[in-house]
């Protein structure tokens, strides 16, 4: 039976509610480029980074630009997202986080932060997450987007937890991908559809029970 000690969890959409921001930003350069986008479209930008989030965003219209273009696009698109991150508070935290943050602690867990975001700094000062983690690992620390599992293994190694004794808190099917590459147990939260490749599904991080997760890998926790 394996002993977690350590946890890493990804930011948007697990920690707190950023994925509608991503999609407003994106959607606005969407409309100023004549290119659809969906909310459905916008779950594919879910977990990868900015460049790849791009990248996926021309393809819906089957459009190309230079490298010079690609960049002013991908800096106009974060000043919009980052005028929204800028007004949050501890409202945008998620149901059960405080929670499952306090009883991993409370069980002498190292927590890490995993994410792609390069704004991590900014949104958990300002919900006030941010002494909840031992480390913070994000997109300015690593050069290759999930499903590489390079932000995983690299959170293991700071906070000093072998990866076969660290949990993954994913809502992103390429993070749950990446987590499973770095051979952590991979927690999906949130559409089961999209994450049906996780070791263990849950809804919501509410009343999450850790004890089961030392003797159950596969299936969900209710």
């Not at 808190?169 to 770095?182: L, Q, R, T």
């Amino acid at each position: 039976m394996t002993e977690y000690l350590g946890a890493i969890f990804d930011l948007d959409g697990v920690l707190v509610d950023t994925a509608k921001y991503h999609f407003l930003a994106w959607k606005k350069l969407a409309d100023q480029l004549d290119i659809p986008f969906t909310e459905e479209d916008n779950e594919r930008l879910k977990g990868v980074s900015r460049i790849k989030s791009l990248d996926i965003l021309l393809s819906l219209g089957n459009k190309s630009y230079s490298e010079d273009e690609r960049n002013k696009f991908m800096e106009q698109k974060n000043k919009e997202y980052v005028r929204y991150i800028s007004q949050m508070d501890e409202r945008e935290i998620l149901p059960g986080v405080i929670e499952l943050l306090n009883q991993l602690k409370d069980r002498k867990l190292k927590i890490a932060l995993g994410s792609a975001s390069k704004n991590s700094g900014l949104i958990l000062k300002n919900t006030k997450l941010q002494d909840y983690f031992d480390v913070i690992v994000d997109g300015n620390d690593v050069s290759k987007a999930k499903p590489d599992p390079e932000v995983f293994l690299l959170g293991a190694k700071r906070i000093g937890i072998p990866a076969s004794q660290c949990i993954v808190f994913e809502d992103a099917y390429a993070g749950i991908e990446a987590a499973k590459k770095a051979g952590m147990l991979a927690i999906g939260v949130g559409n089961r559809k999209s994450l049906a490749h996780a070791d263990v599904h849950v809804e919501t991080l509410e009343n999450l029970d850790l004890s089961v997760l030392k003797s159950k890998k596969d299936g969900d926790i209710k």
